[in-house]
């Protein structure tokens, strides 16, 4: 079920929403906590019920574990570690199967030369995302971080529906007290008008601009065998205004469905494309995971407590890891090398204590990571080269418009610019606006922080959601759902 569907707008989101408050009127705590965990499996099984009893299996492992963590007694503390370790392996082991297993097979056979049949596993949706919840939350559990073990929460901590599929990853510390706040039983009619709000706002960068650009990048990368040079730059900046968009928008929505509940999810996307370093690009985008590389792969790994040396190798183990966890893919895996590498030159850059003047810090950022995303969207290495190549070494063709008003410039190509990714005449516009949006707003989240529902937030909030259902007939799933 997807947020940018009729079902879930119409139907499961009210639905859920008015049950769960009649419940806790009623006083049946227990009750509503139960039937929100039903409700958030049923929104998860919507897709294929086949892997509910993945999802369960993984919560009763976790749970276990954790409890086992956190109870205090004479064992010794090396007895933790292996079942924290354990633990771990089992959670990167189901990963491992579901995602992975393909992709480790394909390589084997490609250099051993063998025919072992691959499985074709169907990717579950969300594992990636409640794996990395519950790893952080055996973790905490080591670390005696975890307060409250109940199955019933527990399992409403892993599958709350506005954030089981792609995120944010949570901590358990930071989601159960809001649950157990008796303050958040009540309907908070503040909340409602801002999680719509939020939400509206959300579903029209999903539905209206990520999915437009989509298009165009889907043309560009999978369409096409060869991309003249603003055919090739308008695909690679069409992928990055897609998920900037797209992610942003499915942010807002999560966000939004959550407040609707007195349900408080943390800030996961702020306004990444205005970094001006690599560094403060990823403390903008994807901010919980972010968060968890930090925290658990890079901390662990040594962090920055030795040399440069080992400093940076932990830095480029620690984005290639988040590469991998992106996809089951080696075009992935240089992306997230990529991203290592320049977190590696930024340090090195940064040791000299030289400040960049901003607009050519943005513009080397930016086009850092545009490029970038160029094999992160990829399916194959040639569609990357393709992309690639067009940009740096296409032929520079003038539209025909261009050529009769500056006649002087007849010298160059003319012709259809955007032909062969079927963009609209009015593709450059959409660019451009896309800029204007990134660079001159604030993230939608910080337009909230003094929010009042009055008459021009419901005029706003009621166009984003017309213009939105006026585009319902191209609905698509969001990018991370596939991660």
Excluded: C
Aim: glycine share 6%; charged share 15%.
């Amino acid at each position: 079920m997807l947020f940018n569907s009729y079902e879930f707008i119409f139907a499961f989101l009210p639905v859920t929403f008015f049950i769960y408050f009649y419940l806790n009127k009623k006083r049946l705590t227990e009750a509503s906590i139960g039937f929100l965990v039903f409700a958030s499996l049923f929104f998860y099984s919507w897709w294929n019920i086949v892997y509910l009893p993945l999802i369960l299996l993984s919560i009763l492992f976790n749970y276990i574990v954790g409890t086992s963590l956190s109870k205090e007694s004479e064992q010794k503390r090396v007895s933790k570690k292996l079942l924290l370790t354990f633990g771990i392996i089992g959670n990167i082991g189901l990963l491992g199967y579901f995602k992975y297993s393909n992709f480790f097979l394909e390589n084997f056979n490609g250099i051993f030369g063998s025919n072992i049949p691959l499985p074709h596993i169907i990717l579950p949706l969300g594992i990636s995302f409640f794996t990395f919840t519950q790893i952080a939350f055996l973790v905490d559990s080591y670390k005696q971080e975890v307060k409250e073990y109940d199955l019933l929460r527990y399992m409403l901590f892993v599958t709350f529906f506005p954030h089981l599929l792609a995120g944010p990853i949570l901590h358990h510390k930071e989601m159960m007290p809001q649950f157990a706040n008796l303050k958040n039983k009540a309907i908070n009619y503040r909340n409602i008008a801002l999680g719509l709000f939020l939400f509206s706002v959300g579903l029209f960068k999903k539905v209206v601009i990520a999915d437009t650009f989509a298009a165009w990048a889907t043309n560009g990368f999978d369409k096409t065998e060869s991309l003249n040079l603003l055919e090739a730059w308008a695909t690679s900046l069409s992928y990055t205004f897609e998920l900037y968009f797209d992610f942003s928008g499915y942010t807002d929505m999560a966000i939004g469905a959550a407040l609707l509940f007195n349900i408080r999810l943390p800030i996961n996307f702020d306004s990444p494309y205005k970094a001006l370093n690599i560094q403060d690009f990823w403390r903008r985008w994807h901010i919980t995971l972010s968060r968890f590389l930090r925290d658990y792969i890079y901390i662990p790994l040594g962090g920055n407590r030795g040399n440069s040396f080992r400093t940076y190798n932990n830095i480029l183990a620690t984005f290639i890891i988040g590469g991998i966890w992106h996809g089951a893919g080696w075009t992935f895996i240089f992306w997230g090398f990529l991203h290592g590498m320049a977190l590696v030159v930024h340090r090195f850059w940064s040791g000299f204590n030289f400040a960049m003047p901003k607009v050519l810090a943005w513009f080397i950022t930016f086009n850092f990571v545009n490029i970038a995303w160029v094999f992160f969207r990829a399916k194959e290495w040639e569609d990357a080269l393709k992309v690639l190549r067009g940009m740096f070494f296409g032929s520079f063709i003038l539209p025909y418009e261009v050529i009769e008003k500056f006649p002087s410039l007849s010298f160059i190509h003319q012709g259809d610019v955007f032909a062969q990714i079927d963009a609209s005449d009015d593709g450059i516009l959409w660019l451009i606006g896309a800029f204007i949006v990134i660079l001159a707003f604030k993230n939608s989240f910080y337009y909230t922080q003094n929010f009042v529902p009055n008459i021009k937030n419901a005029l706003l909030m009621y166009l984003f959601f017309v213009l939105s259902f006026l585009h319902f007939t191209r609905v698509s799933e969001f990018l991370y759902f596939n991660f």
